[in-house]
């Protein structure tokens, strides 16, 4: 017998589990995965506010210099792959 996927209300509480223990899960695909990594989940210490915010902090930081990053322009390269070079020298 086929498996059914999970219900929204399967993939909510797994979402806020998740949350509250400051850990991942994978994605289910059908109903008794999800309640397998609900289980897992409920049996994982709850996260501190403080780890928390400390978690919030560090991807805050991530993001910031991922938008600092200076993109390259198709214009500024010459060649493709391993041959690739600076269009350019300054």
């Known amino acids: ?5 999970p219900s ?3 993939l909510n509480y797994l979402k806020a589990l998740a949350e509250r223990t400051g ?3 994978t994605w289910p695909r059908t109903g008794r995965q999800a309640r397998t990594e609900i289980a897992r989940l409920k ?3 709850r ?3 403080a780890e928390r915010a400390v978690e919030r902090l560090d991807d805050r930081g991530s993001r910031e210099a991922a ?3 200076v993109a390259i322009r198709g214009f500024e390269v010459v060649g ?4 690739a070079t600076w ?3 300054s």
């Open 43 to 45: 049996r994982t210490r």
């Open 67 to 69: 938008e600092d990053a």
């Open 1 to 5: 017998m086929a498996d059914t996927p």
């Open 8 to 10: 929204p209300k399967q």
């Open 80 to 83: 493709h792959g391993s041959t």
């Open 87 to 89: 269009s350019q020298r």
């Open 47 to 49: 996260s501190t506010r």
């Open 23 to 25: 850990r991942t899960f």
